[in-house]
């Protein structure tokens, strides 16, 4: 079955522009997650959907901001980049929870804000 | 600030030798799960452990889990030069959320 395809693979934005990133779950998956990944700060969680509701929120600002459609499709949008929202933007998507189960994560989006 | 964090950061090895990385935690978990990042690219589920196992395999992988002192371990066997990647673990205490270490980065050298 195809994996978690996340689009756009690469991204260049100015300071002050916002961003939309799209996620397509495996066929049948619920439960979408979203990371930021950077040198700094490793592995960040930034937010968890379910049938369209947010479970859970890292510790972003409200900048980041996230919705699941009806089709388990994930979308993050950031607004009023910043240079240090450059970072590796990756989605998961397991059946149900992704703690307590398998998450397959998508190749990711790599945003670099100038 | 992240719940898990692996040692040693970096590992160099020859083909063939076992490598193993640490993870350490800080509060009780549900489970316990191993990913592999290759380059910057997606993370590939390796094993996941439950807090009550004490030990599971998948080929030529063993990871172990010691809750008392809340560490895990992950072992590769004979390893290859495409085991070359950077190896997380990630914790989970709430069911919606997984929480990486810093990552253990392995070279295999041919």
């Known amino acids: 079955k195809a994996g978690v395809t996340q689009t756009p693979r690469y991204l260049i934005k100015t300071r002050g522009q916002q961003v939309t990133l799209s996620c397509s779950p495996i066929?049948?998956?619920?439960?979408v997650s979203w990371y930021q990944q950077t040198p700094g700060q490793g592995l960040q969680f930034l937010f968890e959907?379910?049938?369209?509701?947010?479970?859970n929120k890292g510790n972003f600002p409200g900048r980041f901001s996230g919705r699941q459609f009806s089709n388990s499709r994930s979308e993050m949008n950031v607004s009023t980049l910043e240079l240090g929202d450059s970072a590796l933007y990756l989605c998961a998507s397991s059946l149900l929870a992704s703690g307590g189960t398998e998450a397959f994560f998508g190749q990711g989006t790599r945003l670099t804000v100038v | 600030s992240q719940q898990g964090e692996e040692d040693p950061q970096a590992l160099s090895i020859q083909e063939g030798e076992n490598a193993t990385m640490n993870c350490s935690y800080k509060?009780?978990?549900?489970?316990l799960q191993w990913y592999r990042q290759n380059s910057g690219r997606g993370l590939v589920h390796l094993i996941l452990?439950?807090?009550?196992?004490r030990e599971k395999h998948s080929g030529r992988l063993r990871v172990t889990l010691d809750t008392s002192k809340k560490s895990s371990s992950l072992l590769i066997t004979a390893s290859r030069a495409a085991d070359t990647a950077s190896y997380f673990c990630a914790t989970d205490y709430n069911d919606y959320k997984l929480s990486f270490g810093a990552g253990t980065t392995v070279t295999v050298r041919a």
């Open positions: 509060t009780s978990i549900n489970n």
């Open positions: 066929s049948g998956h619920r439960s």
């Open positions: 452990i439950r807090s009550n196992e």
């Open positions: 959907y379910f049938s369209e509701t947010q479970r």
